[in-house]
C-alpha cells in the first residue's frame, strides 16, 4: 500500500477504504501506513484526501433495495422482515455502527413496505442465529452486511441460519446464494450475496469522493 | 516527468525486461521471459488482462505477492501505446517501475527492518520482538530468487546492521544472466507484509524456546 504513492502521476489522490464500516483499519493502520494525519495531509509532494469507507456512505442503502430485488423479486415486503447482518465484535462499537444506520434509513424511508428491518449480526445480539424467532412473518430476507463473500456468507451466516453445514465442499462452491429460496422454521427465507459484491459499489466509492469534497471544501 | 515518458525513454535507451517479463518493439509487445514461440502464445490486447494473468502460478497456485518468481507463462499482450504497457507493468509488478524510477534519482524512501516492525500495532506488534540473528535466517528463507521473489533489498536491520551476505541480499532484481543496462530491476523499498508476518511467528518461537 505504501509503494502506491510510486505508481502516481498526479499531485492529489483521495484515499477511499474499501471497508464495510470505521474500526481499526479505517482509523489506525491505514493512515499510520501513509503517514495521514488529517482529512487532507500533504505526504512526499502530494496531497492526500481520506475518505470515509464505502461502507458507511449513504448510497449503500440504495445498493441494499436493488440488491433485496434481485435477490427476492415479487415477494411480499409487507410480509417479510429484512435482515441486515454485520459481523459485530465486543471489541469495536464502530462496527454495528454502519448497519444500524443502514437500518434506520430503510425504516424511513417513505416507500419501505417491509414488516421490520432488523440489524442482526454474528457474534453479539440480535444474533442472527435467532433469526426465525425475530421474524414475525411468513418471509425473511437476509443481506450480509460485508465488503466481499467470504467464509462468513459462503458458510458462517449460512450454518447460523440452518441451511449449511459445516462439512462439505469448499465454501467458496456452495453455491448458497443460488439456491434461493429456502424453506426453514416454516418460513421462506431468501439469501443475498455480501452487498460489497454488488457492481455498483464503484458507484459508491465515486460517491464517498464527492461527499469528502463536499464536506471538506476540497475544490 | 510522467512515468509513461520514463518508461518510453527506457525503451529509447535499450531496455526490454523487468522480472520476468520480456518488452518488444514494433508493434509494441509483452510476454514472459521463458516463452520463446511466440506464434503459439495467447494474444490479448487489453492490459487490464494482467491482472488476471497474474493471480495464478502455472500450476493453479494464488501468488500471494506480485513479486514472486512464479508468473506463467502462455500469453503475449500486443499493446498500441506506451500508456498501455505502463498499464500491463503495473498489474503484473505494482509501482514496479515508479520504485525503479525513485531509486535512479535518489527518491526512494527506503524503511529499514526495524523501523518497520517498530510501527506496527495490534497482532503484529510482537514482530518487534524477533532477535537480528533470527532476521537474518528469515532473509535467507524467505527473500531473493531462491525462495521465488524477484526483488533487489534495499533495506537493512538498521542503520548500523546491514543484512549478511547471502544469495538473497547480493541479488541484484533482474532476472536471468543478462546485461544490466537492458533490465529495469524490481526494488524492495521494506519488508513486505509476509516477511512481517513470519518476522512476527519467528519472535513467538525465539520467546517459546526462551521460556522453556
Redesign the interface.
Known amino acids: 500500500m505504501r509503494e502506491a504513492f510510486y505508481m502516481i502521476d498526479a499531485d492529489e489522490v483521495y484515499v477511499v477504504p474499501d471497508f464495510i464500516s470505521e474500526g481499526y483499519f479505517t482509523q489506525e493502520v491505514i493512515p499510520r501506513e501513509l503517514s495521514l494525519t488529517g482529512p487532507t495531509t500533504e505526504v512526499h509532494g502530494k496531497t492526500i484526501h481520506y475518505c470515509d469507507p464505502v461502507g458507511i456512505h449513504p448510497s449503500m442503502t440504495s445498493l441494499i433495495l436493488q440488491r433485496i430485488d434481485e435477490v427476492a423479486p415479487g415477494v411480499p415486503q409487507e410480509e417479510s422482515t429484512l435482515f441486515i447482518v454485520g459481523h459485530g465484535t465486543g471489541l469495536n462499537k464502530n462496527s454495528t455502527k454502519a448497519v444500524k444506520d443502514q437500518v434506520d434509513h430503510i425504516k424511513t424511508l417513505p416507500n419501505c413496505r417491509f414488516a421490520d428491518v432488523i440489524d442482526t449480526y454474528m457474534e453479539e445480539p440480535p444474533f442472527i442465529a435467532d433469526w426465525g424467532k425475530l421474524a414475525k412473518t411468513p418471509y425473511a430476507i437476509v443481506v450480509p452486511f460485508f465488503i466481499a463473500d467470504g467464509l462468513h456468507s459462503y458458510q458462517d451466516i449460512p450454518m447460523m441460519l440452518g441451511f449449511e453445514k459445516e462439512e462439505g465442499l469448499a465454501a467458496s462452491q456452495k453455491e448458497v446464494f443460488r439456491r434461493n429460496p429456502y424453506h426453514l422454521q416454516d418460513k421462506t427465507l431468501y439469501y443475498s450475496a455480501a452487498i460489497g459484491m454488488e457492481p455498483m459499489m464503484a458507484d459508491v466509492i465515486l460517491d464517498q469522493i464527492s461527499t469528502f469534497d463536499a464536506q471538506n471544501d476540497a475544490h | 516527468m510522467?512515468?509513461?515518458k520514463v518508461l518510453s525513454d527506457a525503451l529509447d535507451s535499450g531496455i526490454n525486461q523487468i522480472g520476468q517479463l520480456r518488452i518488444l518493439r514494433g508493434p509494441l509487445r509483452l510476454h514472459h521471459i521463458d516463452d520463446v514461440n511466440l506464434d503459439s502464445l495467447e494474444v490479448h490486447t487489453d492490459p487490464d488482462d494482467a491482472r488476471e494473468i497474474s493471480l495464478y502460478t502455472s500450476d493453479g497456485k494464488y501468488r500471494f505477492t506480485k513479486g514472486e518468481l512464479s508468473l506463467k507463462t502462455g500469453w503475449i499482450f500486443i499493446l498500441d501505446s506506451v500508456e498501455a504497457l505502463r498499464r500491463a507493468i503495473?498489474l503484473f509488478y505494482?509501482?514496479s517501475?515508479?520504485?525503479w524510477?525513485?531509486s535512479q534519482n535518489n527518491e526512494?524512501?527506503v524503511q529499514n527492518l526495524r523501523d518497520k516492525l517498530n510501527?506496527q500495532?495490534?497482532m503484529y506488534r510482537h514482530a518487534r520482538n524477533v532477535s537480528d540473528e533470527g532476521i537474518q535466517k528469515l532473509v535467507k528463507c524467505l527473500c531473493g530468487p531462491s525462495n521465488k521473489c524477484v526483488k533487489k533489498i534495499l533495506w537493512e536491520i538498521d542503520e548500523t546492521t546491514p543484512l549478511e551476505d547471502s544469495e538473497a541480499s547480493r541479488f541484484d532484481g533482474i532476472v536471468g544472466d543478462i546485461e544490466m543496462t537492458t533490465a529495469i530491476p524490481m526494488v524492495c523499498?521494506?519488508a513486505c507484509n509476509f516477511f512481517v508476518a513470519q518476522s512476527r511467528k519467528k519472535a513467538k518461537k525465539e520467546f517459546e524456546a526462551r521460556e522453556q
Do not use: F, K, V, Y
Open positions: 510522467t512515468l509513461t503495473d505494482p509501482a517501475l515508479g520504485l524510477n525513485a526512494i524512501r510501527r500495532t495490534g523499498q521494506e
